[in-house]
Protein backbone atom coordinates (compact mmCIF):
# COMPACT_ATOMS: atom_id res chain seq x y z
CA UNK A 1 0.00 0.00 0.00
CA UNK A 2 2.79 2.35 1.25
CA UNK A 3 4.48 1.62 -2.60
CA UNK A 4 1.16 2.10 -4.20
CA UNK A 5 0.69 5.41 -2.44
CA UNK A 6 3.97 6.56 -3.20
CA UNK A 7 3.99 5.73 -7.24
CA UNK A 8 0.88 8.00 -7.39
CA UNK A 9 1.91 10.46 -5.39
CA UNK A 10 5.30 10.34 -7.66
CA UNK A 11 2.47 10.53 -10.99
CA UNK A 12 1.23 13.12 -9.43
CA UNK A 13 4.42 15.17 -9.36
CA UNK A 14 5.41 14.47 -12.79
CA UNK A 15 1.91 15.15 -14.14
CA UNK A 16 2.71 18.48 -12.29
CA UNK A 17 5.82 19.23 -13.43
CA UNK A 18 4.75 18.61 -16.98
CA UNK A 19 1.88 20.73 -16.55
CA UNK A 20 4.06 23.79 -15.40
CA UNK A 21 6.59 22.98 -18.18
CA UNK A 22 4.10 23.72 -20.80
CA UNK A 23 2.20 26.69 -19.35
CA UNK A 24 5.34 28.83 -18.90
CA UNK A 25 5.87 29.90 -21.93
CA UNK A 26 2.21 30.88 -22.49
CA UNK A 27 1.97 32.24 -19.04
CA UNK A 28 5.36 34.64 -19.64
CA UNK A 29 3.75 35.57 -23.25
CA UNK A 30 0.38 36.49 -21.48
CA UNK A 31 2.75 38.71 -18.62
CA UNK A 32 4.77 40.20 -21.65
CA UNK A 33 1.76 41.12 -23.45
CA UNK A 34 0.63 43.64 -21.06
CA UNK A 35 3.95 44.95 -19.79
CA UNK A 36 4.66 48.79 -20.56
CA UNK A 37 8.37 48.94 -22.18
CA UNK A 38 9.71 50.52 -19.07
CA UNK A 39 9.23 47.22 -17.22
CA UNK A 40 10.04 44.76 -20.46
CA UNK A 41 13.58 46.31 -20.45
CA UNK A 42 13.86 45.55 -16.50
CA UNK A 43 17.09 43.77 -15.56
CA UNK A 44 15.05 41.96 -12.67
CA UNK A 45 11.96 40.59 -14.48
CA UNK A 46 8.04 39.80 -12.75
CA UNK A 47 5.68 37.75 -13.45
CA UNK A 48 2.60 39.73 -12.64
CA UNK A 49 2.99 43.15 -14.56
CA UNK A 50 3.38 46.26 -11.97
CA UNK A 51 1.56 48.86 -14.35
CA UNK A 52 -0.43 46.47 -16.82
CA UNK A 53 -1.26 47.93 -19.99
CA UNK A 54 -3.18 47.38 -23.20
CA UNK A 55 -1.14 49.92 -25.31
CA UNK A 56 1.06 46.66 -26.63
CA UNK A 57 -2.22 45.56 -28.11
CA UNK A 58 -2.93 48.92 -29.80
CA UNK A 59 0.10 49.46 -31.35
CA UNK A 60 -0.12 45.46 -32.86
CA UNK A 61 -3.51 46.50 -34.28
CA UNK A 62 -1.75 49.87 -35.67
CA UNK A 63 1.05 48.39 -37.06
CA UNK A 64 0.19 45.22 -38.46
CA UNK A 65 -3.38 43.97 -40.45
CA UNK A 66 -4.14 41.37 -37.46
CA UNK A 67 -7.73 41.37 -38.43
CA UNK A 68 -7.22 40.23 -41.83
CA UNK A 69 -4.81 38.25 -41.09
CA UNK A 70 -6.61 36.18 -38.69
CA UNK A 71 -9.77 36.00 -41.65
CA UNK A 72 -7.13 34.16 -43.87
CA UNK A 73 -5.97 31.98 -41.14
CA UNK A 74 -9.51 31.31 -40.51
CA UNK A 75 -10.88 30.59 -43.75
CA UNK A 76 -7.38 27.91 -44.50
CA UNK A 77 -7.85 26.20 -41.52
CA UNK A 78 -11.71 25.76 -41.95
CA UNK A 79 -11.28 24.66 -45.16
CA UNK A 80 -8.45 22.35 -44.09
CA UNK A 81 -9.98 20.47 -41.34
CA UNK A 82 -13.18 20.23 -43.21
CA UNK A 83 -11.92 19.04 -46.43
CA UNK A 84 -9.42 16.52 -44.99
CA UNK A 85 -12.53 15.06 -42.47
CA UNK A 86 -14.44 14.40 -45.68
CA UNK A 87 -11.85 12.45 -47.57
CA UNK A 88 -10.21 10.77 -44.70
CA UNK A 89 -13.64 8.94 -43.15
CA UNK A 90 -14.78 6.86 -45.67
CA UNK A 91 -11.13 5.95 -47.09
CA UNK A 92 -10.10 4.73 -43.25
CA UNK A 93 -13.34 2.60 -43.12
CA UNK A 94 -12.14 1.17 -45.91
CA UNK A 95 -9.07 0.28 -44.30
CA UNK A 96 -9.98 -0.39 -40.94
CA UNK A 97 -12.99 -2.89 -42.29
CA UNK A 98 -11.06 -4.63 -45.17
CA UNK A 99 -7.66 -5.77 -44.54
CA UNK A 100 -5.16 -6.93 -47.34
CA UNK A 101 -2.02 -6.26 -48.25
CA UNK A 102 -2.90 -3.37 -50.43
CA UNK A 103 -4.51 -1.65 -47.10
CA UNK A 104 -1.45 -2.41 -44.93
CA UNK A 105 0.91 -1.20 -47.66
CA UNK A 106 -1.48 2.05 -47.65
CA UNK A 107 -0.98 2.49 -43.96
CA UNK A 108 2.79 1.85 -43.93
CA UNK A 109 3.00 4.93 -46.48
CA UNK A 110 1.18 7.33 -44.39
CA UNK A 111 2.92 6.67 -41.48
CA UNK A 112 6.02 7.06 -43.45
CA UNK A 113 4.73 10.38 -45.08
CA UNK A 114 5.26 11.89 -42.03
CA UNK A 115 8.68 11.78 -41.78
CA UNK A 116 9.38 13.66 -44.93
CA UNK A 117 10.62 17.10 -44.22
CA UNK A 118 8.45 20.07 -45.38
CA UNK A 119 11.79 21.25 -47.52
CA UNK A 120 11.47 18.27 -49.83
CA UNK A 121 7.88 19.34 -51.32
CA UNK A 122 7.83 23.17 -51.18
CA UNK A 123 9.58 23.06 -54.81
CA UNK A 124 7.05 20.02 -56.05
CA UNK A 125 3.92 21.84 -54.36
CA UNK A 126 5.02 24.90 -55.68
CA UNK A 127 5.07 23.77 -59.29
CA UNK A 128 1.79 21.92 -59.29
CA UNK A 129 0.14 25.21 -57.94
CA UNK A 130 1.82 27.56 -60.16
CA UNK A 131 0.58 25.20 -62.89
CA UNK A 132 -2.93 25.44 -61.32
CA UNK A 133 -3.00 28.76 -61.21
CA UNK A 134 -3.16 28.95 -57.61
CA UNK A 135 0.16 30.57 -56.16
CA UNK A 136 -0.26 33.58 -53.40
CA UNK A 137 -4.04 32.51 -52.92
CA UNK A 138 -5.97 30.91 -49.63
CA UNK A 139 -7.90 28.00 -51.77
CA UNK A 140 -3.86 27.39 -52.94
CA UNK A 141 -3.15 26.93 -49.28
CA UNK A 142 -5.78 24.98 -48.28
CA UNK A 143 -5.10 22.80 -51.26
CA UNK A 144 -1.80 22.35 -49.35
CA UNK A 145 -2.51 21.78 -45.80
CA UNK A 146 -5.02 19.24 -46.74
CA UNK A 147 -2.34 16.99 -48.60
CA UNK A 148 -0.28 17.44 -45.45
CA UNK A 149 -2.84 16.67 -42.63
CA UNK A 150 -4.45 14.10 -44.55
CA UNK A 151 -1.78 11.10 -43.75
CA UNK A 152 -2.32 11.95 -40.00
CA UNK A 153 -5.63 12.21 -40.42
CA UNK A 154 -6.15 8.98 -42.15
CA UNK A 155 -4.22 7.07 -39.50
CA UNK A 156 -6.04 8.46 -36.97
CA UNK A 157 -9.73 7.44 -38.16
CA UNK A 158 -8.60 4.33 -39.14
CA UNK A 159 -7.85 3.84 -35.56
CA UNK A 160 -11.35 5.25 -34.54
CA UNK A 161 -13.18 2.51 -36.91
CA UNK A 162 -11.27 -0.47 -35.60
CA UNK A 163 -12.62 0.61 -31.68
CA UNK A 164 -16.07 0.30 -33.22
CA UNK A 165 -17.14 -3.46 -32.77
CA UNK A 166 -17.94 -5.37 -36.23
CA UNK A 167 -21.09 -6.76 -34.29
CA UNK A 168 -22.95 -3.50 -34.06
CA UNK A 169 -23.00 -3.04 -37.69
CA UNK A 170 -24.04 -7.13 -37.98
CA UNK A 171 -26.64 -6.25 -35.41
CA UNK A 172 -27.58 -3.72 -37.63
CA UNK A 173 -27.49 -5.73 -41.20
CA UNK A 174 -29.67 -8.80 -39.57
CA UNK A 175 -32.42 -6.02 -38.48
CA UNK A 176 -32.52 -4.98 -42.18
CA UNK A 177 -30.50 -2.15 -42.52
CA UNK A 178 -28.52 -1.69 -45.58
CA UNK A 179 -24.69 -0.81 -45.93
CA UNK A 180 -25.72 2.64 -46.28
CA UNK A 181 -27.96 2.76 -43.28
CA UNK A 182 -25.73 1.09 -41.03
CA UNK A 183 -22.93 3.35 -41.88
CA UNK A 184 -24.87 6.44 -41.71
CA UNK A 185 -27.09 5.50 -38.44
CA UNK A 186 -24.98 2.79 -36.25
CA UNK A 187 -20.96 4.06 -37.47
CA UNK A 188 -20.82 7.65 -37.90
CA UNK A 189 -22.15 8.30 -34.30
CA UNK A 190 -19.67 6.44 -32.90
CA UNK A 191 -17.02 7.62 -35.04
CA UNK A 192 -18.37 11.69 -33.83
CA UNK A 193 -15.36 11.71 -30.94
CA UNK A 194 -12.89 10.40 -33.92
CA UNK A 195 -13.91 12.94 -36.40
CA UNK A 196 -13.91 15.79 -33.89
CA UNK A 197 -10.33 15.31 -32.33
CA UNK A 198 -9.45 14.92 -36.08
CA UNK A 199 -11.30 18.04 -37.17
CA UNK A 200 -9.21 19.87 -34.62
CA UNK A 201 -5.79 18.26 -35.26
CA UNK A 202 -6.06 19.36 -39.39
CA UNK A 203 -7.75 23.16 -37.63
CA UNK A 204 -4.51 23.75 -35.08
CA UNK A 205 -2.18 22.36 -37.62
CA UNK A 206 -3.23 24.50 -40.50
CA UNK A 207 -3.48 28.03 -37.59
CA UNK A 208 -0.39 27.47 -36.77
CA UNK A 209 1.25 26.54 -39.98
CA UNK A 210 4.03 29.00 -41.23
CA UNK A 211 6.77 27.76 -43.70
CA UNK A 212 4.09 27.24 -46.56
CA UNK A 213 2.45 29.91 -45.74
CA UNK A 214 5.53 31.89 -45.89
CA UNK A 215 6.28 30.77 -49.20
CA UNK A 216 3.67 30.48 -50.84
CA UNK A 217 1.63 33.75 -49.65
CA UNK A 218 3.48 36.77 -51.64
CA UNK A 219 1.22 39.75 -51.01
CA UNK A 220 0.11 41.36 -47.78
CA UNK A 221 -3.41 40.85 -48.03
CA UNK A 222 -3.16 37.29 -48.63
CA UNK A 223 -0.63 36.36 -45.91
CA UNK A 224 -1.79 34.00 -42.76
CA UNK A 225 -1.33 35.48 -38.83
CA UNK A 226 1.98 33.87 -38.51
CA UNK A 227 3.62 35.32 -41.49
CA UNK A 228 2.35 38.36 -39.85
CA UNK A 229 3.66 38.20 -36.56
CA UNK A 230 7.32 37.69 -38.47
CA UNK A 231 6.87 41.71 -39.60
CA UNK A 232 7.41 42.88 -35.90
CA UNK A 233 10.93 41.67 -36.00
CA UNK A 234 12.78 44.51 -37.89
CA UNK A 235 15.38 43.95 -40.68
CA UNK A 236 18.21 43.86 -37.67
CA UNK A 237 16.46 41.47 -35.98
CA UNK A 238 15.33 43.29 -32.95
CA UNK A 239 11.82 42.04 -31.77
CA UNK A 240 9.45 45.04 -30.56
CA UNK A 241 8.65 42.73 -28.07
CA UNK A 242 5.46 44.36 -26.78
CA UNK A 243 3.31 44.32 -29.94
CA UNK A 244 4.54 40.69 -30.56
CA UNK A 245 3.67 39.34 -27.30
CA UNK A 246 0.21 40.80 -27.47
CA UNK A 247 -0.25 39.80 -31.09
CA UNK A 248 0.95 36.38 -30.06
CA UNK A 249 -1.13 35.88 -27.55
CA UNK A 250 -4.08 36.86 -29.56
CA UNK A 251 -3.34 34.08 -32.04
CA UNK A 252 -3.12 31.50 -29.49
CA UNK A 253 -6.14 32.37 -28.29
CA UNK A 254 -8.46 30.39 -30.97
CA UNK A 255 -6.58 26.92 -30.55
CA UNK A 256 -7.62 27.31 -27.08
CA UNK A 257 -11.15 28.17 -27.66
CA UNK A 258 -11.90 25.28 -30.11
CA UNK A 259 -10.27 23.10 -27.73
CA UNK A 260 -12.32 24.24 -24.66
CA UNK A 261 -15.20 24.07 -26.61
CA UNK A 262 -15.57 20.42 -28.37
CA UNK A 263 -12.62 19.06 -25.52
CA UNK A 264 -16.23 16.77 -23.80
CA UNK A 265 -16.68 15.49 -27.45
CA UNK A 266 -13.08 14.39 -27.49
CA UNK A 267 -13.16 12.86 -23.84
CA UNK A 268 -16.60 11.78 -24.09
CA UNK A 269 -16.67 7.83 -24.39
CA UNK A 270 -17.12 6.74 -28.01
CA UNK A 271 -19.04 4.06 -27.42
CA UNK A 272 -21.40 5.64 -25.37
CA UNK A 273 -25.35 4.55 -26.17
CA UNK A 274 -24.13 1.87 -28.66
CA UNK A 275 -26.03 -0.96 -26.41
CA UNK A 276 -28.81 -2.37 -29.14
CA UNK A 277 -32.09 -2.82 -27.06
Given at each position: ???????R????????AY?????????????????P???????????????????????????Q??????????L??????????????????????????L???????????????????I??????????????????????????????????????????????????????????R??????????????????????????????F???????????????????????E?????????????????????????I???????????????
Amino acid sequence: MKTSTAARAGQYAALLAYLVFLAFPFLWLVSTAFKPPRELGSLHPTWIPEDPTLANFRQAFDEQPLLHAALNSLLAALGAALIAVVIATPMAYVMARHRSRLTRAATGWVVVSQAFPFVLLIIPLFLVLKNLRLINSVPGLVMVYVVWSLPFALWMLAGYVRAVPVELEEAAAVDGAGRLRTLVSVTAPLLAPGIVATALFAFITAWNEFFFALVLLKTPEKQTLPVVLTHFIGAEGVADLGPLAAAAFLATLPSLVVFAVIQRRITGGMLAGAVKN
